[in-house]
Nanobody, 119 residues
Framework: QVQLVESGGGLVQAGGSLRLSCAAS????????MGWFRQAPGKEREFVAS?????????YYADSVKGRFTISRDNAKNTLYLQMNSLKPEDTAVYYC???????????WGQGTQVTVSS
């Protein structure tokens, strides 16, 4: 069982920045692929970014956040990050982190953290 707890969300003006964190339980965090997803009101959950297993893993981004968001991980701290810069009102959503324990399916999800970007 893996527990994920997000933090760092809040209210920010357009053009501002936030850094989300996702603290993971367990001693094998470095073996998990990790991802960030978001869900805006009335919309389906969508992929934001992911990072492969191990330190310095390959990263992937949704086109809508490429160049503005950066995903990273600190395996010594069992923590995943999402640095969000140049935020836009359309980035407003609940942001979730998720873990791939085996394969490509995301097996575990956090409870989410609200990000609100005002115009």
């Amino acid at each position: 069982q893996v527990q994920l707890v997000e933090s760092g969300g809040g209210l920010v003006q357009a053009g501002g920045s936030l850094r989300l964190s996702c603290a993971a339980s367990g001693r094998t965090f470095s073996r998990y692929g990790m991802g960030w997803f978001r869900q805006a009101p009335g919309k389906e959950r969508e992929f934001v970014a992911s990072i492969n297993r191990w330190t310095g893993g390959r990263t992937y981004y949704a086109d809508s956040v490429k160049g503005r968001f950066t995903i990273s991980r600190d395996n010594a701290k069992n923590t995943l990050y999402l640095q969000m810069n140049s935020l836009k009102p359309e980035d407003t959503a609940v942001y979730y982190c998720a873990a791939q324990v085996a394969g490509t399916k995301y097996d575990y999800w956090g409870q989410g953290t609200q990000v609100t970007v005002s115009s």
